[in-house]
């Protein structure tokens, strides 16, 4: 497979996953905003997303990854995780 056509295949990948991206995105603000408990709902995520930035730590550590990749992940999931968190915040 030439150059083009493997970028076009990764391009495809890209477009496929980011639309996956967009629809969850819309199923978690609807169950979000229709959640009678939003501090529980708020906290409950605080606990999962510090123990996923945990869990990433730890594999990479595992993994023998570069320790500068790890952290360049780490600090997008931190930003993934910290744009959910203000979702969160905003509707208590």
């Known amino acids: 497979m030439d150059v083009e056509s493997r970028?076009?295949?990764?391009e495809q990948n890209l477009m496929e996953r980011l639309a996956a991206?967009?629809?969850?995105?819309?199923?978690?603000?609807?169950?979000?905003?229709?959640?009678?408990?939003?501090?529980?709902?708020?906290d409950v995520y605080q606990a999962i997303s510090a123990y996923r930035l945990?869990?990433?730590?730890?594999?990479g550590f595992e993994q023998q990854a570069p320790a500068k990749s790890v952290a360049?992940?780490?600090?997008?999931?931190?930003?993934?995780f910290d744009a959910w968190q203000g979702k969160l915040s905003a509707d208590i």
Request: glycine share 4%; no cysteine.
């Open 7 to 10: 970028l076009a295949v990764l």
């Open 21 to 42: 991206e967009i629809a969850q995105d819309a199923v978690l603000d609807a169950l979000i905003a229709t959640h009678p408990d939003q501090r529980a709902v708020r």
């Open 54 to 59: 945990t869990q990433f730590g730890d594999l």
């Open 72 to 80: 360049n992940v780490f600090g997008l999931l931190r930003e993934q």
